[in-house]
């Protein structure tokens, strides 16, 4: 079964407030991917985090991977409505081509 | 470009009727996945290919479930005879190459409906 951790499960934010999503792997992981689905629609991928330590942006967006490479987590500074969507954490492990999808965190917005 | 194009959008039907999923990935990809979501169960891989072939088919369901790839530009997912508990999203994603690195491309998937 997943192995994969995603926290909270939902997350109700008013517009301007800054939100956070978690993803926790009781293993090491080879990289790790973010994905974003807007309600009725399908994954996009957001990101790719590799190296321990990793830290990225897109513009409100900060994407970090953790030290040890078991966890990682996605902040959204100022939402805004059009962030409303599930958010995904998609790892993997070893060499295996296998992504696991979490749970997902839904974010809604409240203008 | 085209993206990743999935037929039907929508799906309804009654238990016991053959339903076929189909799938264009998009050019040039030569990795193909089947993904089911739900409610409770979430996002679940059901099977994957590379170059055409099945590389992993432990996530689907059951013998109900079938899938093929006759070519690098199409696939279908075949469930025989299908069941009210297959109500689900069925979403197709392809992506450049073997292994977990490229980012997957998601087609808008098919909803389909057992009844």
């Known amino acids: 079964g997943q192995q994969v951790m995603q926290i909270p499960q939902y997350q109700h934010v008013q517009e301007g407030e800054d939100f956070t999503t978690y993803c926790n792997s009781s293993?090491?992981?080879?990289?790790i991917q973010w994905y974003k689905q807007r309600p009725g629609g399908h994954p996009v991928f957001l990101i790719q985090l590799v190296k321990s330590g990793e830290v990225k942006k897109q513009k409100r967006l900060t994407f970090q991977f953790g030290e040890a490479k078991k966890n990682s987590s996605l902040h959204i500074t100022a939402t805004q409505t059009t962030d409303v969507g599930t958010y995904f954490c998609v790892v993997r492990r070893g060499s295996n081509y296998k992504l696991t999808f979490g749970k997902g965190t839904l974010l809604t917005v409240n203008p | 470009d085209a993206g990743v194009i999935q037929s039907p959008r929508h799906e309804v039907t009654e238990m016991g009727q053959e339903v076929t999923l189909r799938c264009k990935p998009i050019s040039g990809h030569n990795s193909l996945f089947w993904y089911r979501q739900t409610m409770m169960r979430g996002l679940e891989l059901l099977i994957y290919?590379?170059?055409?072939?099945?590389?992993?088919d432990s996530g689907m369901p059951e013998d109900r479930f079938s899938a093929k790839m006759p070519n690098a530009s199409f696939s279908t997912l075949k469930i025989q005879p299908s069941e009210p508990r297959d109500s689900a999203v069925y979403f197709c994603a392809s992506s450049l190459e073997q292994g977990a690195s490229q980012p997957q491309h998601f087609g808008d998937g098919t909803r389909l409906s057992i009844l």
């Open positions: 290919f590379n170059n055409n072939v099945p590389i992993d």
């Open positions: 293993t090491t992981l080879s990289n």
